[in-house]
């Protein structure tokens, strides 16, 4: 870091580059593991930073470099309740950008009128349970090895 200002985007073809380049980290990493709402291919990147639709997929980025990766979808299909999905680079996890951008993708989805999101995450991250818990997040449901959290945001 420290070669621009850190800036979230949302994901435009112009961003593909970026966002492959964090899904090769993400992958390198093992992180498909944790983070798999969709594949983290190339062609996902392409559907991704072309989306026309109600979801909403941005970046934090330092210039065209993508640190991380958030996701609100399941307006596209209907759903009132959006589900997040967010994930950071390897080499840049530590230093809050998760916090940061959780908070941005909450206040995005107040903004299209959500009154509540939802996400998944497995039992044994515990890293992201703890940042989960500590932004609000209530986890009463199972779903296999994942655990169902809802955050009341309206």
């Known amino acids: 870091m420290g070669k621009g200002p850190l800036e979230i985007k949302h994901l435009t073809p112009g961003l593909r580059q970026g966002l492959e380049g964090l899904f090769s980290a993400l992958r390198s990493a093992g ?28 970046v934090l980025a ?15 299909e209907g759903f009132p309740i959006p589900s997040l999905g967010i994930a950071v680079s390897p080499e840049f996890r530590g230093l809050g950008l998760g916090r940061a951008f959780m908070c941005f993708l909450h206040t995005a989805a107040r903004c299209k009128g959500a009154k509540a ?18 932004l609000g997040y209530k986890f009463v449901e199972q779903d296999q090895d994942q655990l169902v959290g809802h955050l009341v945001i309206g």
Do not use: T
């Not at 944790?34 to 109600?54: K, M, Q, T, Y």
């Not at 065209?64 to 596209?76: E, I, N, P, Q």
């Not at 995450?121 to 992201?128: C, T």
């Open 62 to 76: 330092e210039g065209d470099k993508a640190l991380a990766y958030g996701l609100l979808r399941g307006w596209d």
């Open 31 to 58: 992180d498909e593991k944790w983070f798999h709402p969709h594949p983290l291919s190339r062609e996902d990147a392409v559907r991704i930073c072309n989306h026309r639709g109600e979801d909403l997929y941005y």
């Open 117 to 134: 999101i939802r996400l998944k995450v497995h039992m044994d991250n515990e890293i992201a349970l703890q940042l989960y818990r500590s």
